[in-house]
Nanobody, 121 residues
Framework: QVQLVESGGGLVQPGGSLRLSCAAS????????MAWYRQAPEKERELVAL???????QYTNSVKGRFTISRDNAENSVYLQMNSLKPEDTAVYYC???????????????WGQGTKVTGSA
């Protein structure tokens, strides 16, 4: 059974930093693309950052230059370093693992339970 467990959320003042961690189990971590999504109150869930199994990264425009996604395949973990946090970064952050579709299989998404990041105004 695949499990994704996030940690590292909390309350932070504007300009502060947090590092989110996501520990994966029950899967072959290295073949999965990993991502962080967030959902703010009364808003839709949005992609924040993604790192492919090959290490390629992409970010939503609002976090470019401030957030860094990384992965440690030996530790089955993905991280999100968040610097220069703003009140608008307040959201529940979710870890996502994607097993890409193949010739004989469909894409599969796995989700963690989320960790709350609150930026005080």
């Amino acid at each position: 059974q695949v499990q994704l467990v996030e940690s590292g959320g909390g309350l932070v003042q504007p300009g502060g930093s947090l590092r989110l961690s996501c520990a994966a189990s029950g899967m072959i971590f290295g073949i999965h693309d990993m991502a962080w999504y967030r959902q703010a109150p009364e808003k839709e869930r949005e992609l924040v950052a993604l790192i492919t199994s090959g290490g390629r990264t992409q970010y939503t425009n609002s976090v470019k230059g401030r957030f860094t996604i990384s992965r440690d395949n030996a530790e089955n973990s993905v991280y999100l370093q968040m610097n220069s946090l703003k009140p608008e970064d307040t959201a529940v952050y979710y870890c996502n693992a994607v097993r890409p579709a193949g010739p004989t299989r469909s894409r599969i998404d796995y989700w963690g339970q989320g960790t709350k990041v609150t930026g005080s105004a």
